[in-house]
């Protein structure tokens, strides 16, 4: 094996690439959701200043406090109805946390699902199409997304917050259903998060952080801000609340092929939202001092039973084995794949991925224990071999992780031989 060799250095950096963005997302996405549910918190949490205390506010305008103790320290917070009557000299902003996680959020999608579209974001079995045509309606269903939820926002309905909830939600359920006829199930939960988490960012870049600035302006100028910039801002501060925990299950589901391969997934990405309100109600509920809401636990436990009895319906093994066989001469194969089909031992590399992988990658695993396909990578046929040999070229002979712990016995001449395969062609 060449080390410097192309066919072996492109595969590696590109997983590591790979590795590196979804750190990085990780990483701002625990930033931002960390300010987001503080700072939510605490706003709910602020004890209005009695006028009977024995105590002199220094200035007017002071909606609350808060006394909070962390890591040794005590800390006194104040929140301003609309803005002191000064600007001070220093401000923390808290927005690049939401700008640096959709950045990275949509170069991962890229890297995952644009430019590995026909493995994991066409579904030819569902809407076959051109892989452009798949990354456009991707991208332009994050905008148009945007622009419904804002128009909707400064309407009349925006002024009633518990209708706006209920029409976005109902939006959001057909915005579900309608990427599940296009895209893969895995490609169909992204999405559903990536355009949620790309109205939470917008939130933040048009309305959230324009609106502050708008106010920092009027005190600059020595006037007094208006109230109505600051509910704005509040409002779509909430919305985001309630969105995070949705858009966190959702973006992890793709570990997880009970969630989204199954032809009701549609149905369980929409009561997974249900789920998000449930719980952040409570948690919102026990930080405004206004009770202790255990009903919410309950109602999401049956929400999420709901969520498993959809995904072992029975129906699940009908629709996987109805999937339809296309033959290598009917896909549209890279340069690369035409010449893994072409090369002399490619029968033999579809002989060791049957022999040692389609125990648990096939569309009826027989391994115990397993019920769906890992990540639903099915490879039953020589153009499954095909549209995976990335994959199967880096776990099984690169970093040995397939077959986990070598259950399958998968012999070095066997991994050699695949390395030797895809490296050559």
């Not at 002989?351 to 639903?376: L, S």
Request: proline share 3%.
């Amino acid at each position: 094996m060449e080390f410097m060799d192309a066919s072996f250095l492109i595969p590696v950096l590109w997983e590591w690439l790979e590795f590196a963005v979804r750190w990085l997302h990780v990483i701002t996405a625990i930033s931002w959701i960390g300010t987001s549910f503080y700072f939510i918190a605490l706003d709910l949490g602020l004890r209005k200043i009695s006028a009977n205390e024995d105590r002199i506010i220094h200035e007017d305008g002071i909606a609350g406090e808060e006394w909070q103790v962390h890591g040794g320290g005590f800390y006194n917070i104040k929140k301003y109805t609309v803005a002191p009557s000064h600007l001070p000299e220093h401000l923390t902003w808290f927005k690049w946390e939401a700008y640096a996680t959709w950045i990275s959020g949509f170069a991962l999608m890229a890297i995952v699902y644009y430019l590995g579209a026909d493995i994991f974001l066409i579904d030819d079995n569902k809407m076959a199409m051109p892989i452009y045509l798949g990354i456009f309606i991707s991208i332009t269903s994050l905008g148009i997304t945007w622009i419904i939820y804002d128009i909707l926002c400064k309407s009349s309905i925006g002024r009633n917050s518990n209708l706006l909830m209920v029409l976005l939600f109902g939006y959001l359920v057909v915005l579900s259903w309608g990427f599940d006829q296009i895209f893969t199930g895995r490609a169909a939960f992204i999405h559903l998060g990536a355009v949620t988490a790309t109205i939470m960012a917008f939130n933040v870049f048009m309305v959230i952080i324009p609106k502050q600035k708008i106010v920092i302006a009027a005190l600059k100028m020595g006037e007094t801000p208006d109230a109505h910039y600051g509910f704005v801002a509040k409002q779509r501060s909430t919305h985001n609340n309630y969105l995070t925990l949705p858009v966190l299950f959702l973006m992890l589901s793709n570990h997880y092929p009970l969630s989204f391969s199954t032809e009701y997934n549609w149905i369980i990405a929409s009561i997974v939202f249900l789920m998000g309100v449930t719980i952040r109600h409570y948690f919102n509920t026990i930080h405004a001092r206004k009770g202790n809401p255990i009903w919410t636990w309950f109602a999401t436990l049956g929400l999420f039973i709901i969520v498993i009895i959809l995904s072992v319906y029975p129906a699940l093994k009908d629709n996987m084995n109805e999937r339809a066989e296309i033959t290598i001469s009917q896909a549209n194969l890279t340069k690369k794949q035409e010449e893994l089909a072409e090369s002399e031992n490619f029968d033999e590399i579809v002989e060791i991925v049957y022999t040692r992988c389609n125990m648990c990658h096939a569309a009826e695993p027989y391994y115990d224990g397993i019920v769906i396909a890992p990540k639903h990578v099915i490879l039953e046929t020589e153009l499954d071999v095909l549209k995976h040999a990335r994959q199967i070229y880096v776990n099984s002979a690169i970093s040995h992780a397939m077959p986990p712990a070598n259950l399958a016995s998968m012999e070095i001449a066997e991994r050699t031989l695949i390395a030797q395969w895809y490296e050559k062609n």
